[in-house]
């Protein structure tokens, strides 16, 4: 009896093990691939016929994360083991918060004709709610160019978005 129980809690011990280093392995290929976006980037954006160009970057962690970072948002994208996805959440300067998911690696590293979908809803600071869909295009490897679309709580399209990003060397 003390036998199979103490070779129960050993296969339990290592098949444990054994799923949190493929969760492990599935999170590295997931930083690996988003490490992409490591870089200063100059964006220009198209609202309603207005354009803005910002400055931005993009840095990697210790702990598999990246933290992007511009004169409106910082956010902090990682794995999410529950969803087997890479998720992230923002905080804008005129307090908005967002949560966001984006689609999964469509192979070993980004290539011309890509496309990401990143899905998520805004909390905005006089408690509107945005549900946003933002469709990225790699163009090439140092640019990429975002269409956001959704609409407000109420089902009402908000402002189309257009923003081009270009790798700063």
Not at 14 to 31: M, T
Not at 41 to 66: F, H, L, P, R, S
Not at 154 to 166: L, N, S, W, Y
């Amino acid at each position: 009896m003390k036998k199979t129980t103490l070779l129960l809690v050993l296969g339990l011990c290592f098949g444990i093990s054994g799923l949190a280093q493929g969760s492990s392995k599935e999170a590295e290929d997931f930083y690996n691939f988003y490490s992409y976006y490591h870089s200063k980037w100059e964006i220009v954006e198209e609202t309603e016929g207005k354009k803005e160009t910002i400055k931005a970057e993009c840095y990697g962690t210790a702990g598999g994360c990246n933290i992007y970072v511009d004169k409106r948002e910082t956010s902090i994208w990682g794995y999410d083991p529950k969803t087997r996805q890479w998720t992230g959440t923002g905080h804008m300067k005129d307090g908005s918060r967002y949560a966001m998911t984006i689609s999964r690696p469509q192979g070993p590293k980004f290539k011309p004709g890509m496309v990401l979908t990143f899905t998520g809803t805004i909390r905005h600071a006089d408690g509107k709610i945005s549900y946003v869909t933002g469709k990225q295009t790699v163009v090439d490897e140092n640019t990429l160019r975002d269409v956001i679309t959704g609409t407000d709580q109420d089902g009402k399209p908000i402002p189309k978005v257009v923003r081009t990003f270009k790798r700063i060397k």
